[in-house]
């Protein structure tokens, strides 16, 4: 699955990129619509939006990227009607049963950020099994955001961090970071939104406080390799001052 030419070099006359962000994060928007505009039920979208995981993820790899974090479903989806939900939940353990072996011998490491506690026993497990399975892989780290939301983390955190007894006067970014879900993973220096809304949807909100943002119309099942390239392309165009100035002023 996972392609990696000579050297790293990109093929297919994709220009080289002067800089290529460690830690990208998706919003994977759009699925429903798309499957709407043609006629189908969402459920059609978002097995689409689930296929399509796969080149996007080869193409990160080809591109650089050692990090990618997809939103796949949030702690407010849980409002949207039982089919749907149940539907979601059956595509992510169909993937699981059915590409982590594939994963595994490409090097793809799957991580899980959110709470597991509301996701069925069966589904636990299988995540469970995805993360200890690949841990020690090292191509590229699918972080999957599954039942993730980002202010839900920061209480989790906070309930842990005053559990663990952690004096406040002491406590810093780096210490609260720990109690992340994402904790050992560096904040992502890219965020892509796909489906053409300009929202953060609860996503990151700790992490992504540096992170360049992007958003884009097209939706998630078609967003692709020539895609991506767009998004990276536009993020070496940004001037990254973390609050700082340019040296020329």
Do not use: C
Not at 125 to 133: F, G, P, S, T, V
Not at 187 to 208: E, Y
């Amino acid at each position: 699955m996972i392609r990696q030419s000579p050297d790293n070099q990109i093929e297919d006359a994709f220009p080289s990129l002067a800089r290529v962000p460690y830690h990208v994060g998706i919003i994977m928007d759009g699925n429903g619509r798309w499957a709407t505009e043609r006629g189908l039920i969402r459920y059609i979208g978002h097995r689409a939006g689930v296929d399509n995981i796969r080149p996007v993820l080869e193409a990160s790899v080809e591109f650089g990227i050692k990090v990618l974090t997809i939103y796949a479903f949030s702690t407010e989806n849980w409002s949207r009607p039982i089919e749907e939900v149940s539907g979601l939940m059956r595509l992510l353990g169909t993937a699981l049963r059915n590409r982590l072996q594939e994963l595994h011998e490409n090097g793809v490491q799957i991580r899980h950020s959110g709470r597991l506690t509301g996701i069925n026993e069966e589904l636990q497990k299988q995540i469970l099994h995805a993360i200890d399975y690949t841990k020690h892989n090292d191509t590229i780290i699918l972080n999957v955001a599954f039942n993730y939301g980002g202010r839900g983390e920061i209480l989790d955190a906070t309930r842990q961090i005053i559990k663990d007894g952690i004096d406040p006067d002491s406590l810093s970014e780096e210490t609260f970071s720990r109690y992340l879900y994402t904790e050992g993973l560096p904040d992502p220096d890219l965020i892509i939104r796909t489906g053409g809304d300009w929202r953060m949807s609860n996503f990151l909100i700790w992490q992504a406080v540096y992170a360049e943002y992007y958003s884009t119309p097209t939706y998630w099942p078609n967003f692709d390799r020539a895609e991506l390239f767009k998004a990276l392309n536009e993020y070496n165009r940004r001037d990254r001052r973390f609050g700082g100035v340019p040296d020329a002023e």
